[in-house]
């Protein structure tokens, strides 16, 4: 697939259980049986970086759809971790499975079709735990996740994951790096482990022209990279 497809991206929304979520969806403007992917922001919601990371993989040749589970857009440092902390997280986790559902009622990506996750920060870890709680999710990429699942939780995961984290990290710290990728191994459950040398927390939810210290710009960079060719290798899908 190409990285630089023509794509359509238009706010989006569907049902889960009679619950409404709002959402931000693009995809190539060609093609069906294509692979999909749900996309969750960090605590920042659904900013114009995030609708910029959803076009992005839309370019590269999947469905994506970005769920607003936050709620819209917060501001201020203090807002993001306050609503973080108050999030109902199974109510958040059932709207991101919901979300793969309703990417395989689309006809560009088919009722059977193969349905990814990605999540930054606090959606690291509700990507995590969308792929523990469900089997709607093929395959799973985690950014430095800041919700930190209960190991009892992990035992339920669902698929091959691939784990983005830099170096200087300090909200995500190796310390919990290293417990984490040990209870997996416990548990029998892989995971491609990936790091970056000399970015902190949040070094790739960027826009592509995002004007950004070249050392992150290409840990960025190489990170997406990363992330397309192993949805591509775990979720297959045609582009027809």
């Keep these: 697939m190409s990285d630089d497809r023509t794509i359509l991206s238009m706010h989006s929304g569907y049902d889960t259980d009679g619950v409404y979520t709002d959402g931000f969806l693009a995809r190539p403007a060609q093609g069906t049986g294509l692979p999909g992917v749900v996309l969750l ?3 920042g919601g659904m900013t114009w970086t995030q609708r910029e990371i959803t076009r992005r993989y839309a370019r590269a040749g999947f469905v994506a759809l970005s ?5 819209g857009a917060l501001d201020s440092h203090a807002a993001r971790l306050h609503a973080k902390n108050a999030l109902d997280v199974d109510s958040a986790v059932a709207a991101i499975i919901g979300a793969a559902a309703f990417l395989r009622t689309l006809p560009w990506v088919g009722a059977t079709g193969a349905v990814g996750i990605m999540g930054f ?3 690291g870890g509700l990507a995590i735990l969308g792929a523990a709680r469900s089997d709607a999710f093929q395959a799973s990429v985690v950014y430095h996740h800041s919700l930190f699942p209960d190991d009892r939780e992990l035992a339920g995961l669902n698929g091959p994951m691939q784990y983005h984290v830099g170096t200087e990290d300090h909200s995500t710290p190796r310390v919990e790096i290293e417990a984490f990728t040990k209870a997996l191994d416990k548990l029998g459950k892989g995971c491609e482990l990936h790091w970056y040398e000399g970015v902190g ?3 790739a939810q960027i826009a592509p022209d995002a004007d950004v210290p070249p050392a992150q710009k290409s ?3 190489l990170s997406y990279d990363r992330s397309f060719e ?3 290798r775990t979720l297959g899908g045609t582009t027809t």
């Design 41 to 43: 922001s960090g605590m």
């Design 67 to 71: 769920p607003d589970y936050m709620g």
């Design 121 to 123: 920060c606090l959606g």
């Design 201 to 203: 927390h949040s070094f």
């Design 219 to 221: 840990a960025s960079d």
């Design 230 to 232: 192993f949805f591509r």
